[in-house]
């Protein structure tokens, strides 16, 4: 995942790791192990968890350019193999507003309106 | 371990044999291989998993002894990896019908992992799947590949294989260690268990649309957004100590990645 912060930084995509709710010094270990280079935060009281949702890890969202939700997934996927790439290489490609080609399909699941925004409680431990 | 690693140093929380493990997009079925930091009751585990457009299901995970024996089944939090209450029918069904296809990964690798999942000898050998029917008793691991204390979540099954019993043999690709079958179903049992009182009974969920094998989102097997949503605030501080805002990131496109390191 922060392969991809770093080859596509300058194309205008940034991977933000949000911690959810553990210690300072855990954490910095636990960078310096994944070698993050992107910007990685605290989430100490768990408010952002929350506010999104997150049930699990890793939980990913994708934002557009213009601050709006895109999509989601909850678990591994292939974000550096060639269909993650692809379909981040076309967001980033896409202006605000323009559809992505190739996406307009079905997609293969969907954000539905009622999708819980409400306290969940940050994911623990597995 | 070597075969999962594609024969790659182990490093903690890095997922094998790559960021999407492998995944069978015919059957939704999907393994990775990973570590935890500073974990010392196990070298590295397998998730087993169903994955589906709508929801991702966990089945076992298998925990690997620093010998590269098998020495656990166990399930996973289902609140922390954020998979769905599913009805007991449900996971059975899961778990019966998990494969991965011959092809998708290193053969003896599939061939491990297949029958520890589904409780089925390498081959389907006609035996009658995840009911228990075709469990045998109890063995045991190779010297030293047993649980230790502080380890996973264990079945009943994984701790009687440190009393004793015949030899398990080393799945060297035609093999089937016989404690991993008894442990399959053990798991499974535990884990209808576990799932079937609190079961909210959610449909059964739906197969891949051909139709849209182009698009990039179905894909990537990322959820698209059906309507527009601003991304809600996001304002905390870095391991720096410097705040950072979400809005600072306006214009650009963003991954935001929830983690934990456990």
């Not at chain 1, 100490?44 to 890890?57: C, D, E, I, L, S």
């Amino acid at each position: 995942m922060d392969g991809l912060h770093q080859a596509l930084v300058r194309e205008g995509l940034s991977v933000i790791f949000v911690n959810l709710g553990e210690s300072r010094p855990t954490v910095a270990r636990a960078t310096a192990a994944h070698r993050f280079t992107a910007p990685v935060l605290l989430d100490t009281t768990g408010r952002a968890a929350r506010a999104y949702g997150v049930t699990g890890t890793p939980s990913v969202f994708i934002i557009g350019r213009d601050g709006t939700i895109l999509g989601s997934a909850v678990g591994p996927r292939p974000w550096t193999e060639a269909s993650g790439r692809a379909l981040l290489e076309a967001l980033v490609r896409a202006r605000p507003g323009e559809p992505v080609r190739g996406a307009g399909a079905a997609p293969a699941g969907t954000l539905t309106p009622d999708m819980p925004l409400t306290p969940t409680g940050p994911a623990r431990s597995h | 371990m070597e075969l999962a690693r594609g024969g790659r140093p182990q490093e903690p929380w890095t997922l094998y044999p790559g960021e999407y493990g492998i995944f069978d997009r015919r059957t939704r079925s999907q393994f990775y291989f990973h570590a935890h930091a500073g974990a010392d009751h196990e070298a590295a585990h397998f998730h087993t998993v169903r994955l589906f457009p709508d929801r991702t299901a966990h089945l076992v995970a298998i925990s690997m002894a620093p010998t590269g024996w098998p020495q656990a089944l166990f399930t996973v939090n289902g609140w922390a990896i954020g998979d769905a209450w599913e009805t007991s029918a449900n996971l059975k069904r899961y778990v019966r019908r998990f494969s991965i296809g011959v092809g998708r990964g290193p053969a003896p690798l599939v061939r491990f992992v297949n029958p520890r999942v589904r409780g089925l000898p390498p081959g389907d050998r006609g035996a009658p799947g995840p009911q228990g029917k075709d469990v045998e008793g109890p063995c045991r691991g190779s010297p030293g590949s047993g649980p230790t204390p502080g380890s996973v979540a264990r079945s009943a099954e994984s701790r009687r294989d440190r009393r004793g019993g015949p030899p398990c043999r080393v799945p060297d690709g035609g093999s089937r260690p016989a404690v991993m079958r008894a442990l399959a179903f053990a798991a499974l049992v535990g884990l209808s268990a576990l799932v079937g009182a609190p079961a909210t009974g959610r449909a059964t969920p739906r197969g891949s649309d051909p139709s849209s094998a182009a698009d990039l989102w179905s894909a990537a097997e990322i959820s698209r957004a059906t309507q527009q949503r601003p991304a809600p605030v996001v304002d905390l501080q870095d391991l720096r100590g410097n705040r950072v805002d979400l809005r600072q990131f306006h214009g650009r496109v963003v991954l935001l990645y929830f983690w934990g390191s456990w």
